[in-house]
């Protein structure tokens, strides 16, 4: 069992940075792929980014392509999203999430372990 832990969310204005951290508790985090989604008020939890075992290969959503950053330090047993030109739709629950395989996917069903959720609020 993978426990994950999210932190890093709070309250920034637009255009304004944050950076998502999860730390997760498999000492085999290498084995895993990772990814970020998030749930926006009204609507169902959506991926965001994704990240392979090594680091090599990552994909992202078209909503956040170019602005939001997936990295992992293995050693650490943690993945982060890093979050630049932040916009109000941007506000939601992010969630981290873990997938035991070597290969990327966008859909939530895929993935095995969840993180308990992070707020990020981007004001106008």
């Known amino acids: 069992q993978v426990q994950l832990v999210e932190s890093g969310g709070g309250l920034v204005q637009a255009g304004g940075s944050l950076r998502l951290s999860c730390a997760a508790s498999?000492?085999?985090?290498?084995?895993?792929?990772m990814g970020w989604f998030r749930q926006r008020p009204g609507n169902k939890r959506e991926f965001v980014a994704a990240?392979?075992?090594?680091?090599?290969?990552?994909y992202y959503a078209d909503s956040v392509k170019g602005r939001f950053t997936i990295s992992r330090d293995n050693a650490k047993n943690t993945v982060y999203l890093q979050m630049n030109s932040l916009k109000p739709e941007d506000t939601a629950v992010y969630y981290c999430a873990a997938r035991e395989s070597y290969v990327l996917n966008t859909r939530d069903a895929e993935y095995h372990y969840w993180g308990q959720g992070t707020q990020v609020t981007v004001s106008s």
């Open positions: 990240i392979n075992w090594s680091g090599a290969n990552t």
């Open positions: 498999e000492r085999t985090f290498s084995n895993y792929v």
